[in-house]
């Protein structure tokens, strides 16, 4: 009995640190200390990085891309290090689920897309690989950073069976829900023709 009370503090415990981690608004700071504004008063007001770039500085979108996809590579690539396999998507979830719901931001977070590159890259690079080629090709179909984004998550859960890595499949159904319904406005707006295009302002 100890030994399982030990184990599931351990993993209480990387669930904080993860949600800690990924509640950092990298986009937020950024824009503050670059001088670009608030991003909650730009475009979509959403805190990530193609947000960041409505705001005309491609530095600091890609700054807000590389945080925001490396805190949740951190958090995996850390727990799996100290407590294990369980604890690493415990955390990466957890991180997630911190930048889409920052308690620093009132829980008014951003779409959560770098952080799901990260975390995949973490989990299996072979499958995050796969994930930033199918964001790629979505974006290159569709202009419109939504629709890349939805179809890297949607294909996800492909790229793990295929690539022998199905062992975070249930992690990766939960992310790829998530994705989802954080993109629920912007699946309204491409139906209606409204979605705005990559790096376009407003």
Known sequence: MPAIESTHTVLLLW?????????????????????????????????????VLRTGSKKAAVLTLLL?????????????????????????????IGHCYPVWLKFKGGKG???FLGLMLALAWPVGIACCLSWLLGAAMSRISSFAA?????????????????????LGVVLTLIVFWRHRDNIRRMRAGTEPKIGQKG
């Open 150 to 170: 939805l179809f890297a998550a949607g294909t996800s859960m492909i790229w793990m069976v295929v690539l022998g890595h199905d062992s975070a499949f249930l």
């Open 68 to 96: 925001d996809g490396g805190k949740g590579a951190v958090a995996v690539l850390l727990a799996r290090a100290l407590a294990g396999e369980d604890a690493a998507q415990l955390a990466g979830l957890l991180a997630f």
């Open 15 to 51: 669930a904080v640190l993860g949600y800690l981690m990924g509640s950092i608004p990298f986009g937020m700071v950024l824009a503050r200390v670059m001088g670009l504004g608030d991003l909650r008063d730009i475009g979509s007001g959403n805190i990530g990085a193609t947000n």
């Open 113 to 115: 897309v770098a952080t």
